[in-house]
């Protein structure tokens, strides 16, 4: 019988490589003498193809027949198989191959016919066979056997097929192919779809459209029927808040805890409103955690309000999954019942906290009692503030500890393996920068400069901050877009410290201004008495609160002189219980020479009220001398009670000078802020709050506003014992009571409001657009949390009501209590008494002589950055991302599923290389897994997530960018390598990936 004459193959071709029986290896020695090939198949990969490129295009006709193996399908179904099976493949040729190099031929034998592919849909089909019509010999040939046609099936797998040419198998095997070719569909078409699309030249504009889709999806979670379909909350959200929703969910579904962090007055109550209706949904018990000033939110009988509709949607449900709790609660002891916190650590399944950065504090009896409460049963955990940092990341450090526990490599998929060294260096790295900066503040205003929460690969994790810049801009291509006031220019309202405590500043001045300060505060620093070795962490720690006494003594006496005079009071009061538990004969002595002074005391101290329940308040009812830890005979107690009995001394003085010289009417900073209530147009006739630190100075403007016959003028603090709902109510009633209640409120009105800090969150106050800040703004977060109160977002309908909705945006005015002559003289004591540098910014609408703007509005422009925020690069590339999609809604969808590895090129205006985007694998069930993006400069620079804005100003592409590609495929392999082997793989080792699992180019770009 003939056999193929130039070449004795095999009969059996088991894929065996070193007795050259390999499917492959015979298809290349068979192939030059075909004229036909027929190949039936369960599986198509055009690797295989590919595999005998040159070879296959010199066979005139190629038919190809396949169908699935598993059961009669439709023709779309095998159809959609089909060209899964091409996708894959030819991603998978990428990866070998960049350049897709013998594709294009595939292409074209598709288009004109040189390939025609069928499908066969009537029965399963698990047949496997290549028959092949020779040419220039009556002899064809045949290859039967279980190799589909596909690159494992030609020379990977152990496979078992039988070559032959003997003509009746042959001719019968023809007889069949052709009789199943007859009854098959064709779908040629179909799959020179799918092979067009992976040769398609993509444009620049194409790429990067397609790297920020990637780069900005998998941060949220997917909207589902019943939150478009069903929710109560859902509907009423802006994008914005709906996007931080989803994000919150995806972020705490990953890690365990959620930041919500916007800035002041953008609405996270809604996002946790939608939180909490999406855990009800669920089943789930919700422990609430909210500031006592903030509860009315938390129970708002509003009717559009979202708390007030989910009550009424879940009624029974709401009441048996959701408690509400004040912080407060968990602060005193047995506030809570043991059954209840028992439920609370072993059945609540989430924990949402307003206002968290309230247990910060690792050591306050409220975080103490919330870190047992986490470590019951897993939860869940929202964090929402707009101020996560108050003083130091260690702020955010301890926040998280909430929910990561002692677990110090909780976040090595991040590759970090070591929490706490983690933020130590992020400390270390603001402290350097804090001081090469003149004129930051502080660490706080460090870590905004730098946009630490938004750019830091752990804190972008956990974190959701956006930026009132964002949301007015991106809520602008909403149909629907929030409504804001516009802020005015800031104004100065200028006093004299020295015409408030008249001769007595000199004395007070010289308090401070020394290298061994003239009040020595020996009561907090015992230690320092010691007999003896003393011990250096108790000399550090007793430094340190000395430190704090005098700067908050300092703050006080720019406040008012009543809360400098309350703390000097409070001082004395400690120091004489100290005295008279060590040294009770000296005690009696003192208080027989002082008795006047000390009945004074104690008149002032009942009229003041102090409540331990307080949320702020006097921060010395905090700072008790500490107790001498060893016996009294261990220290010079003589030398101690000598040191602390010329302090008390000197507070007597101080204070006996107070009582005999200050009053209200010379009290310049009082009678200017009288002057402006009555003279002021605004002030005069508006709405207005006050906002001191100290309740002191709160309740003495109270008073004294009262005294000067001003009408509907009421105070709020923490330790008042009053109503403060219906406060709030009185005070803005149209954006807090219901339509029953509003008639009977707008009746009892307050138009000037004074208040602590206490009513800095979480409230709305619209009802008003006049801030005065009494203070100065020693911390610039407290600035904008007061500003929020009144300049958030606005409710149309309200603002209807209240006859402010017209053509020109809703004002909102702040003023500034300063004093100008003393300003750079009390910036250099507070340097001196807390070693830090602080700036008062021109965002407080300083003028000449103290600060000379260039421009008339250069202070507004400055608290509008302050308060706006800038937009991080995320958000920019938010809002590039939500311009192409409303511009190119076709594109858009097209990219959604486009191809792997889309690749073009442009032309650089001044950096060339190039740019891959890269998903990495997820590291836990549920996780879309991580995006980055990556550019390697021409001479081997290479960028990573810390240069984002930088990769992004090159890559970034308009719909006219043309495409241009200079480097040969071997040159880009090589950058590509390069990256990989650089930055890839690292990340892939930093998060450990699980085992088997690559990352994915998404897409490409070379800048020529």
């Not at 369960?42 to 598993?70: C, H, N, S």
């Not at 009988?301 to 912080?327: G, K, M, S, T, W």
């Not at 350097?432 to 502080?442: E, I, N, R």
């Not at 709405?687 to 100075?697: I, L, M, Q, Y």
Request: negative net charge; glycine residues 4%.
């Amino acid at each position: 019988m003939p056999t193929v004459s130039h070449h004795k193959l095999p009969t059996l071709l088991d894929n065996d490589p070193e007795g050259g029986r390999t499917l492959l290896e015979s298809l290349r020695v068979l192939l030059p003498q075909a004229q036909a090939w027929n190949i039936a198949t369960g599986y198509f990969d055009v690797r295989a193809l590919l595999a005998l490129d040159k070879l296959w295009q010199e066979v005139p006709a190629i038919r190809l027949v396949m169908g699935d193996e598993t059961t009669r399908q439709t023709k779309q179904i095998l159809v959609a198989a089909l060209q899964r099976q091409l996708e894959e493949t030819i991603e998978a040729a990428k990866e070998q191959d960049d350049a897709l190099s013998g594709l294009d031929a595939v292409r074209h034998a598709l288009q004109n016919g040189h390939i025609q592919v069928r499908v066969f849909k009537e029965r399963k089909f698990h047949a496997k066979a290549h028959h092949f019509i020779a040419r220039n010999s009556p002899v064809n040939f045949a290859i039967v056997g279980s190799s589909n046609f596909t690159l494992p099936g030609l020379k990977e797998n152990i496979e078992l097929n039988l070559f032959t040419s003997a003509k009746e198998h042959v001719d019968a095997l023809e007889q069949w192919f052709e009789e199943v070719w007859r009854r098959s569909e064709d779908v040629s078409d179909e799959a020179l779809k799918v092979v067009e699309r992976h040769l398609h030249p993509f444009s620049p504009f194409q790429v990067w459209a397609k790297a920020l889709m990637a780069y900005l999806e998998g941060q949220e979670s997917p909207i589902d029927h019943w939150e478009e379909r069903e929710s109560v909350v859902f509907p009423l959200l802006s994008q914005y808040q709906k996007d931080g929703y989803r994000q919150a969910r995806a972020i705490a579904d990953r890690w365990g805890g959620a930041f919500l962090c916007d800035g002041v007055g953008l609405g996270k109550t809604f996002i946790g409103a939608m939180l909490l209706e999406y855990h009800l949904h669920r089943g789930d018990r919700i422990l609430i955690l909210v500031p006592k000033s903030a509860r009315s939110v938390w129970e708002s009988r509003r009717p559009n309000d979202p708390v007030y509709l989910l009550r009424q949607r879940y009624r029974r449900a709401f009441r048996e999954q959701v408690e509400i709790r004040n912080h407060t609660d968990l602060g005193r002891e047995g506030a809570i019942a043991e059954d209840d916190l028992h439920y609370y650590r072993e059945f609540v399944d989430v924990i949402l906290i307003d206002e968290a950065h309230h247990f910060r504090t690792p050591t306050a009896n409220r975080s103490k009692l919330l870190y047992q409460l986490c470590q019951g049963n897993r939860k869940k955990l929202y964090f929402l503030t707009a101020t996560p940092v108050n003083n130091s990341l260690d702020d955010l450090y301890h926040l998280i500890r909430f929910f990561t526990g002692d677990k110090q490599d909780y976040f090595k998929t991040l590759g970090i393996q070591n929490l706490r060294r983690y933020f130590t260096e992020i400390e270390r790295e603001l402290e350097q920068y804090y001081l090469s900066q003149q004129g930051v503040a502080d660490l706080q205003e460090a870590a905004q400069e730098k946009d630490i929460l938004r750019s830091d690969r752990l804190l972008r994790a956990l974190v959701i901050q956006r930026s009132r810049a964002y949301v007015k801009e991106s809520e602008q291509l909403s149909a629907n877009a929030p409504l804001f006031p516009q802020r005015e220019k800031p104004q100065v309202i200028p006093y004299s410290l020295k015409k408030v405590y008249a001769s007595l500043y000199t004395q007070l001045q010289s308090a401070f201004d020394r290298d061994e300060p003239l009040l020595s505060l020996a009561v907090y620093n015992p230690e320092r008495f010691r007999k003896g070795k003393q011990d250096t962490v108790l000399l550090n720690r007793d430094r340190q609160i000395v430190g704090l006494i005098r700067t908050l003594l300092l703050k006080r006496l720019e406040s008012s002189y009543k809360a400098f005079e309350a703390s000097l009071e409070d001082l004395l009061r400690k120091m004489a219980a100290f005295v008279s538990q060590y040294a009770p004969d000296l005690w009696e002595q003192w208080r027989t020479q002082h008795q006047s002074l000390w009945e004074t005391l104690e008149q002032h101290r009942r009229e003041r009220q102090d409540d331990t329940d307080a949320e702020e308040g006097n921060e010395f009812d905090d700072l008790n001398p500490p107790a001498l830890d060893a016996s009294p005979d261990d220290y010079d107690l003589d030398a101690l009670m000598q040191a602390v009995e010329f302090d008390m001394n000197l507070l007597a003085r101080m204070l006996q000078g107070i009582y005999r010289n200050l009053s209200p009417q010379n009290d310049d900073k009082l009678q200017q802020l009288l002057h402006r209530l009555r003279a002021d147009p605004q002030l005069s006739a508006q709405k207005v709050v006050v906002f001191t630190e100290f309740r002191d100075t709160a309740r003495y403007l109270w008073r004294e506003l009262q005294a000067q016959g001003f009408q509907d003028v009421e105070e709020l603090d923490s330790t008042r014992n009053i109503d403060r709902e219906v406060v709030i109510k009185r005070f803005a009633p149209y954006y807090n009571c219901t339509p029953d209640e509003l008639p009977r409120y707008l009746q009892q009105p307050i138009r000037i409001l004074i208040s602590t800090d206490v009513l800095s969150e979480g409230l709305n106050l619209q009802d008003c657009n006049i801030i005065i800040n009494y203070d100065l703004h020693w911390n610039p977060v407290r600035l904008m949390q007061r500003i929020g109160r009144v300049d958030r977002r606005l409710n149309p309908d309200i603002e209807q009501q209240l006859g402010r909705l017209g053509n020109s945006p809703l004002k909102v005015y702040v003023y500034n209590f300063l004093p100008p002559d003393e300003l750079e003289e009390l910036l250099r004591l507070y340097q001196r008494v807390t070693g830090k540098l602080l700036r008062i910014s021109r965002t407080l609408g300083i003028e000449a002589p103290v600060l000379a703007p260039d421009e008339e509005y250069e202070a507004l422009r400055l608290l509008n950055e302050k308060y706006e925020g800038q937009r991080s690069v995320d958000e920019q590339l938010h809002l590039e991302l939500e311009r192409l999609r409303r511009d190119y809604p076709q594109m858009m969808r097209e990219l959604e599923n486009a191809p792997k590895r889309m690749f073009s090129g442009k032309q650089g205006e001044t950096i060339k290389g190039l740019f891959c985007c890269y998903r990495f694998p997820p590291v836990r069930e549920g996780d879309p897994g991580e995006t980055r993006w990556y550019f390697r400069t021409a001479n081997g620079e290479l960028w990573e997530s810390d240069r984002l804005h930088n990769i992004a100003d090159v890559i970034r592409s308009a719909p006219e960018t043309p495409r241009l590609t200079q480097a040969t495929p071997e040159q880009l392999a090589e950058w590509r390598k390069d990256i990989e082997r650089r930055a890839v793989q690292r990340h892939m080792r930093n998060i450990q990936a699980p085992q088997g699992t690559k990352p994915t180019l998404i897409c490409w770009m070379e800048v020529s």
